[in-house]
């Protein structure tokens, strides 16, 4: 059981979920603002242990749907014209409404909350969702990191369907989904839905028993994220290098540094596509790096060469606070170092990879594990 009592360990937490979105995962800003809200009204949050929701009691999973993307004025000036003006809460608060929507549409009462992905917004946003209704939230989530898409989770491994879901948009507007053929259609009706309100909904499906969610959750997550975020700070603290530290922690590996010098990016279908380019410095002089990220990094190239790719996770902190940094805040200029871990053995099976290994996303790449790939070439190794 893990029990967020102080500001530095929400903070710690934010900050090692932040890490295992890999670039996505939703505004750490937001999400450290929504927990600490919640520290102050309840003295403290609890993470539960897998084990605390009964067999035949039943989860349900919250998670926000759509792009991180800026808005440009041109859509502002659309979304003042359809009168998406006056919000009933923001973003990453809406969660709550689309739980308690489904609950009114299966009649049945949730006892515990599993976050979807770890992230630096969207691991918060259910945290908050339990606390807030009165719910466990589970330590452990479908994910292992922070993905773009639904079906990139352990629910569509085995099998479990994505409906009903209920979606609620940060202006009210309601939908419920009864059923979708499979979850390519379920992805498309929830990313038309927050295109619709040029944003982000809150979702909420994946209603389960207890019995079902022990057999497919990746359990231990979130007191692993406020151990790496732990890890960060200390670091930092004592004066060591946290790329360094969060590697040899977590048994990864510091993949780059440089400053980044370049970020293209675009707005499409609800994600954020894009590539950053860094120049090496340090022990990586003369060298050169670029991540692919569609709203997460997917595959990074050392001197065009392929050195890791999804599922393995692959993070950006800034190299000297340690910060992990979001795609949506990475800026040209920035000193950073690149940590590449192992992802989940549940990605690394051939239905796993399907739908998260670099092949998924367009490239003509096979999937290779992170731990060999790196025996050629020259990274730092803790």
């Known amino acids: 059981m893990l029990r ?6 929400v903070e710690d937490f934010v900050r090692g979920c932040t890490f295992f979105g890999t670039g996505g995962g939703g505004s750490p800003q937001v999400g450290l603002r929504i ?3 919640d520290l102050e009204k309840y003295g403290e949050i609890v993470v ?9 009691a039943y989860v349900v999973t919250p998670y926000l749907m759509g792009s991180i993307a800026p808005k440009t004025p041109e859509v502002v000036a659309k979304m003042t014209s359809l009168g998406l003006v006056k919000r009933i809460g923001i973003a990453d608060r809406i969660l709550a409404y689309a739980v308690l929507e489904l609950e009114k549409y299966l009649g049945v009462e949730f006892e515990g909350v599993v976050a979807i992905e770890l992230g630096g917004g969207n691991t918060p946003s259910p945290v908050d969702v339990a606390v807030t209704l009165g719910k466990m939230i589970v330590d452990g989530d479908y994910a292992g990191r922070a993905i773009p898409e639904i ?15 209920a979606y609620v948009d940060e202006y009210g507007n309601k939908t419920v989904v009864s059923k979708a053929i499979n979850y390519l259609m379920a992805e498309r009706i929830g990313k038309l839905i927050s295109v619709a309100s040029f944003g982000l909904v809150g979702g909420a499906s994946f209603a389960i028993t207890g019995k079902e969610m022990k057999k497919i ?39 780059f540094r440089g400053i980044v010098t370049k970020k293209d990016w675009e707005d499409r279908e609800g994600y954020m596509w894009g590539t950053t380019y860094i120049k090496g410095v340090e022990e990586f002089e003369g060298r ?4 692919f990220f569609k709203n997460e990094n997917h595959i990074m190239w050392f001197d065009d060469k392929v050195l890791a790719t999804s599922p393995d996770i692959i993070e950006v902190i800034d ?9 949506t805040d990475l800026k040209e200029g920035m000193k950073v170092s690149v940590v590449g871990l192992k992802g989940r053995e549940q990605f690394r099976t051939p239905k796993g990879l399907e739908v998260l290994g670099p092949r998924h996303f367009g490239f003509d790449i096979d999937y290779i594990p992170i731990e060999k790939r790196v025996l050629d070439f020259p990274v730092i190794r803790p």
């Open 288 to 291: 050169e790096a670029k991540i």
């Open 217 to 255: 959750i990746i359990p231990g997550t979130l007191s692993e994220s406020y151990i790496i975020g732990k890890t960060l700070r200390e670091a930092v603290e004592a004066g060591k290098d946290p790329a360094v530290e969060v590697a040899k922690k977590a048994n990864g590996y510091v993949l």
């Open 35 to 37: 927990l600490l809200e």
């Open 4 to 9: 967020l009592r102080t500001r530095q360990d």
């Open 151 to 165: 079906d990139q989770i352990t629910p569509y491994l085995y099998d479990i369907p994505p409906y009903p879901a």
């Open 48 to 56: 539960h242990d897998v084990n605390s929701i009964r067999d035949d």
């Open 319 to 327: 190299a000297k606070t340690g910060e992990p940094i979001t795609n």
